[in-house]
């Protein structure tokens, strides 16, 4: 937030467009700042590392925090909180369908570990909103 209240994306809006839209169709807000990109990097990468631990907790916290405290700094870092959440969500419920969710999740696990580190790529070097694929969309 800056003195007039606003936050840095709606006065950027205000002068300019921050977002540019590639000729492949994606969305990039190229001018974010390096704390912003670290965030967007840490929490793409930071179920990754939950999955390789073998501690679920991590899948949460991590992610719960990082985009709860950094969420009103930037439309990015609050657009991939949601993602990221939308992502744990979709695991706990394919986890809790039996043998049909099971299933899913032999397929969906390794996808979504591919596609965290291929996000954390895409948003902290290009400012891309990164969407994972075979997720449920419950925060929008």
Same mark, same amino acid.
Not at 81 to 87: F, I, K, T, W
Not at 115 to 119: C, K, T
């Given at each position: 937030?800056?003195d007039?209240?606003?936050?840095?994306?709606?006065?950027?809006e205000a002068?300019?467009s921050?977002?540019v839209?590639?000729?492949?169709?994606?969305i990039?807000?190229?001018?974010v700042?390096g704390?912003?990109?670290?965030? #967007?990097?840490?929490?793409?990468?930071?179920?990754?590392?939950? $999955?390789v631990? %073998?501690?679920l907790?991590?899948?949460?916290? /991590?992610?719960?925090?990082?985009?709860?405290?950094?969420?009103?700094?930037?439309?990015i870092?609050?657009?991939q909180?949601?993602?990221?959440?939308?992502?744990m969500?979709?695991?706990?419920?394919?986890a809790?369908i039996p043998i049909i969710?099971?299933?899913? #999740?032999v397929v969906?696990?390794p996808?979504?570990l591919i596609? $965290?580190?291929? %996000?954390a790529?895409?948003?902290?070097?290009? /400012?891309?909103?990164?969407?994972?694929?075979?997720?449920?969309?419950?925060?929008s």
């Open positions: 937030m800056n007039a209240g606003q936050d840095w994306d709606s006065q950027a002068t300019h921050p977002y839209v590639d000729p492949s169709g994606k990039r807000q190229p001018s700042c704390v912003a990109k670290t965030v #967007l990097v840490g929490s793409h990468l930071w179920p990754l590392i939950g $999955a631990t %073998g501690t907790p991590l899948l949460w916290i /991590g992610v719960i925090i990082f985009w709860g405290i950094m969420k009103d700094e930037s439309k870092i609050d657009d909180g949601r993602e990221l959440m939308n992502v969500l979709t695991f706990v419920v394919l809790v969710g099971w299933l899913a #999740l969906w696990i996808v979504t596609s $965290a580190i291929r %996000g790529i895409a948003t902290g070097r290009r /400012g891309e909103y990164f969407r994972y694929p075979m997720t449920f969309r419950f925060i």
